[in-house]
């Protein structure tokens, strides 16, 4: 360590001179100069410390504020456009299906530019997920029915949107809130929400950037409560916790004040703070930033302590040395020793100076003396520095420049100032600033006295400006900036790929130049209004590029403002929303088109068709409407795949629409369905073009390979005759139609009265049938089948009964058309082939060998691809080998898709299961198929056997059929006999088995197993 010699003045030379008297006035004088000059430059660095906290707070709210407008003001030009635009249709749980495809994709193409959109959900009006962006796809079990913000759009109908606290969504795992739009019908009618979910982990990003200090706070609130969303230093406790109400934030809030700045003592921590609030314009939020005053006046506080403890020693060491002196001029020698304790205290300022002091050896560069600040600043004590070189504080990385900055010190005398980076002792680097001179101790050794500056804060705030230029230039909006005179200063690279303008080109100009025409005086009247008394605006105006093409774009402008509130700037951002619009007309066109064939879809025909029954009211005119369904179109979908059918449909479509006027309406409900309204039209007029349209669609429809058929079945309801309404017409054509369908189809009827019992009639049965299934209410009848050879019963039929709680049995010539056409043929064949297998087994068990199920198929069942598999489990679960089991399929239905039924069928045989063709002869055959059908037997309608021995055609066509099946290897069973010359005429043919009324009618289970014992006992 350097000796005190070093430091101290020189030591007086002689005794008993005497010091002249000092100047007391001048230097009183200037000590109180001195004292005032200190109090001065302290009271004024405190104020520029509070004035830089305060505008630092009110800079940062501004940056975070217009980021949060413009995230909010995207997911509202997000939330209006889909709100919009979705089809009626689109809200309808059972039409979703059908439309999901294209929906999520809009989703998806609004939310993939938008980096602070977590996702896009739309809800039915039950709370239940229609559609979602592909974030958030998977989650389709999402419902909101119980979340408060769904609950206040259905119930409010005059909320226009609706705000979430904060959460935390499965599907994405950060936090969020939502923005909810309600979706209405014309009449108001709640039909759902959709939402958008703000990824909050995007804005804690942001304010994790902030240089707020240690103890500074940042925060995002909502509502007129002031409900936390987000808060930098986090604090869970607080999360969508609401501003006590004598909290001075939220009553600045609830004076109107959309800008506030306050000093107080926060509730959560009682730290005092500079406060800067600011209130969105157009969205229930605000944000808070605050500057602890401890951390603002850190600096100050530390010069200011070092200053006053420098000052008094100070005016200590002059007070007590004017006091020696004042005692004794003569005592030179006791004046030399107040001078030399002078000298020590003097050196200690070195010590305490505020800013970083080292003395160091140029020969080796070790440390001789620091000052407290320099240990403060590197984290080591005196003792461990006096160890160390300042090459051992220096990073690698700067040897080049240390030894350049050594040479020039050699060669003047001093170096610096310049920059570099301490390690602390702690390992962390530490920005400083070093300059220094060549100092010569009196022992002639070389050392250098440096002062070390940390400008770590200025380098924070260097980045953090670096930051927010970062923003500027990689913003993906447009960003111009404008001085107070509307003159533009600065752009961003976003400006000129949208403009086409480059920054040299703009700088200096108004913004008007951007100007289209398209915009009128007054819209710019309104904007400078909105900017002098709110500080911002946005809106949609057109623009012109530089290459003259016009485009419609979103703008924001906001005002600037200084410490002293005085307007600096205005800062515009803006993104061409070309493509929003378009889409806004896409998803209009399919809210009011079939997006398959294009023509008007459900939502669009109602107000068209009210608008056309308007007219006719006012005019006395009439007009029909026609309700078309396709006959057997689903059979095509299920066998040629959907795409036919879909290509089948657009064909319907086109002929349709040449069948009728341009004035008529032509409109597509969904699936095979189609509306025709003709206007002004009698009851003839409407026949003819019912005609016309069963001769247009009667005609082949040529789709790819296939050459189609697709008949149809016309109900026509008349105005004002059948109804006056829309509803009534609808449901009357409908009703019309149905009835085209049970006359045998490919049809036209006009509604008539008894329609409508007819159909109340159907719709009672049909109620009471889809009762029936889940109650059971059927039972099984056993026919039993007789080898003709032994005269042994050898298999029975299972045939379905409905025992009806009020009509008794009802026949299956009843039911089972109703059950196919409702799908209720499913569950009821599947409890059919169950209860079939449970009966045969208690049989078998009770001793009826060789005793085979016979169990008719329906056409639903063999297009599931899963029937083979549930055939199995079936028997799996009763015990029963395959080979007991025969099931039979019609002529009709197996011919219907023959190759799809072969594969179907060949599993089947491969599991062991006997295969019958039931009512041979009565449907069209193609011999081709049937040969390669692997089944065992034929059965022989009963309406040729029936008249065998009377008519020579009968006759013909059993014999052929009997002689055709063996010789292809296939046994034939007969059905319908009852009567012993049908069954001496069978026996001739040589027929294998026989079954009907001769030998028995179909018996309940306990009537068919005491026929069963008595046929055994017979035969024994």
């Known amino acids: 360590m350097i000796t005190s010699q070093a430091t101290e003045p020189p030591a007086a030379t002689g005794t008993g001179q005497r010091v002249p008297k000092l100047p007391w006035l001048p230097l009183l004088a200037g000590l109180l100069a001195i004292a005032g000059l200190l109090g001065y430059l302290l009271w004024s660095e405190y104020r520029v410390a509070i004035r830089s906290a305060e505008t630092t707070s009110r800079n940062l709210s501004a940056i975070i504020a217009t980021r949060l407008e413009a995230t909010l003001r995207r997911s509202d030009a997000v939330l209006q456009g889909l709100a919009g635009g979705l089809p009626a249709t689109a809200l309808d749980p059972d039409q979703a299906a059908r439309q999901r495809r294209a929906i999520d994709a809009e989703l998806d193409t609004r939310a993939a530019h938008f980096p602070e959109l977590a996702g896009l959900r739309v809800f039915a009006a039950d709370g239940a997920l229609l559609y979602a962006s592909a974030r958030e796809r998977h989650k389709e ?37 939502a923005v909810a739009y309600p979706l209405r019908d014309g009449r108001g009618g709640f039909r759902g929400i959709i939402v958008a979910l703000i990824d909050l982990e995007y804005f804690q990003a942001l304010l994790d950037r902030l240089d707020i200090g240690p103890r500074g706070l940042v925060s995002i609130r909502r509502g007129a409560e002031m409900r936390l969303l987000l808060r930098r230093p986090v604090l869970a406790s607080e999360l969508n916790r609401p501003l006590l109400p004598d909290n001075p934030i939220r009553r600045s809030v609830a004076a109107g004040d959309r800008e506030a700045l ?57 007070a007590a040395t004017l006091w020696r002196l004042a005692r004794s001029e003569r005592r030179e020698a006791a004046m030399i020793a107040g001078l030399e304790a002078s000298a020590r205290r003097f050196r200690s300022l070195f010590h305490e100076a505020p800013m970083g002091h080292a003395l160091n050896r140029l020969a080796d560069g070790r440390f001789v003396e620091i000052n407290i600040a320099f240990a403060e600043m590197t984290g080591y004590g005196r003792a461990e520095l006096e160890r160390l070189s300042y090459w051992d504080l220096t990073p690698p990385k700067y040897a080049t420049e240390e030894a350049r900055q050594l040479e020039i010190l050699r060669r003047t005398g001093r170096y610096g100032p310049y920059e570099k980076e301490y390690l602390r002792k702690d390992g962390m680097p530490i920005d400083v600033r070093l300059s220094g001179t060549l100092y010569e101790g009196e022992d002639g050794e070389k050392l250098i006295l440096s002062v070390v500056e940390d400008i770590s804060g200025r380098k924070r705030a260097e980045a953090q400006l670096r930051l927010m230029a970062s923003i500027f230039e990689h913003s993906g909006e447009a960003i111009l900036i404008s001085d107070r005179d509307n003159r533009i200063v600065a752009v961003n690279p976003a400006f000129t790929r949208l403009t086409g303008y480059a920054a040299a080109e703009v700088i200096g100009r108004n913004p008007s130049l951007l100007a289209s025409g398209r915009t009128t005086p007054e819209e710019y009247a309104q904007m400078w209004r909105a900017l002098r008394e709110h500080g911002v605006w946005h809106g949609e105006v057109w623009d012109r590029r530089k290459d003259g093409g016009t485009y419609p774009k979103w703008l924001t402008i906001s005002t600037l403002k200084n410490a002293d509130g005085e307007l600096t700037h205005y800062i515009g951002s803006f993104t061409d929303i070309s493509e929003r619009k378009t889409a806004e007309e896409r998803i209009r066109h399919l809210a009011h088109h079939d997006p398959l064939t294009g023509l008007s879809n459900r939502f669009h025909l109602q107000g068209r068709l009210e608008q056309a029954l308007a007219t006719a009211r006012r005019d006395g005119r009439r007009l029909a409407v026609i309700f078309l369904d396709l006959d057997r179109f689903k059979i095509i979908n299920d066998t040629l795949g959907h795409q036919v059918g879909d290509y089948l449909l657009i064909a319907v479509a086109h002929r349709l629409r040449a069948c009728v006027r341009d004035s008529d309406i032509v409109a597509r409900l969904g699936g095979d369905e189609f509306v025709v309204v003709l ?34 079945s016309l109900g026509i309801a ?27 189809r490919n049809n036209a009827q006009f509604f008539t009265a008894a329609m409508n019992e007819a159909a109340s009639a159907r719709l009672a049965l049909e109620t009471s049938l889809r009762r029936a299934v889940e109650r059971a209410e059927f039972e099984l009848h056993y026919q039993p089948q007789v080898e003709l050879a032994s005269g042994r019963v050898v298999g029975v039929e299972a045939l379905v009964r409905w025992r009806h709680p009020e009509r008794g049995l009802v026949s299956p010539l009843t039911f089972i058309p109703l059950a196919e056409e409702t799908g209720l043929i499913a569950p009821l064949g599947e409890w059919v082939l169950d209860q079939a297998l449970r009966q045969l087994a208690a049989w078998r068990a009770a001793g009826s060998d060789g005793l085979r199920m016979a169990v008719n198929l329906s056409a639903h069942q063999l297009r599931d691809p899963s029937f083979a598999a549930g055939v199995a489990a079936a028997l799996a679960r009763h015990r029963v080998p395959a080979e007991w089991l025969e099931l039979e399929i019609t002529e009709s239905v197996a011919m219907a898709d023959p190759r799809a039924t072969i594969e179907l069928l060949e599993e089947l045989r491969r599991m062991g299961v006997d295969l019958a063709i039931d009512d041979f002869g009565t449907g069209y055959s193609s011999l081709s198929y049937l040969k390669l059908l692997p089944i065992q037997r034929l059965k022989l309608d009963r309406s040729f056997v029936m008249d065998i021995e009377r008519d020579p055609n009968d006759a013909a066509i059993c014999s052929a059929t009997i002689a055709l099946a063996h010789s292809l290897g296939l046994g034939v069973v007969a059905e319908g006999v009852e009567t012993e010359a049908q069954r001496d005429y069978l026996a001739r043919l040589d027929c294998d088995i026989l079954q009907g009324y001769l030998f028995s009618r179909p018996l309940p289970a306990a009537e068919a197993e005491a026929f069963l014992r008595h046929a055994r006992r017979q035969i024994e």
């Open 262 to 318: 306050l000093r107080f003592a926060a509730q959560t921590d009682q730290i005092r703070r500079i406060f800067h609030t600011r209130t969105l314009a157009s969205h229930p939020f605000s944000v808070q930033v605050a500057i602890a005053e401890a951390d603002a006046l850190a600096d100050w506080h530390e010069r200011a302590s070092l200053i006053g403890m420098a000052s008094l020693l100070l005016f200590g060491l002059m």
């Open 679 to 712: 206007t002004d039209v009698d009851g003839a007029t409407a026949r003819q073009v019912a005609d016309k349209i069963l001769r247009s669609l009667a005609n082949a429809h040529s789709v790819g390979t296939h050459r189609l058929h697709a008949t149809p």
């Open 141 to 177: 079990t999402a419902h909101v029915e119980d979340r408060e913000f769904f609950r206040a759009l259905r119930d409010e109908p005059a909320l226009a949107r609706a705000y979430s606290d904060a959460f935390v969504p499965r599907s994405i795992g950060t936090r969020a809130f």
């Open 718 to 744: 008349m105005f004002p005759a059948d109804g006056e309404n829309v509803e009534t017409l609808m449901k009357n054509a409908d009703t019309a139609m149905y009835h085209a369908k049970t006359t045998g």
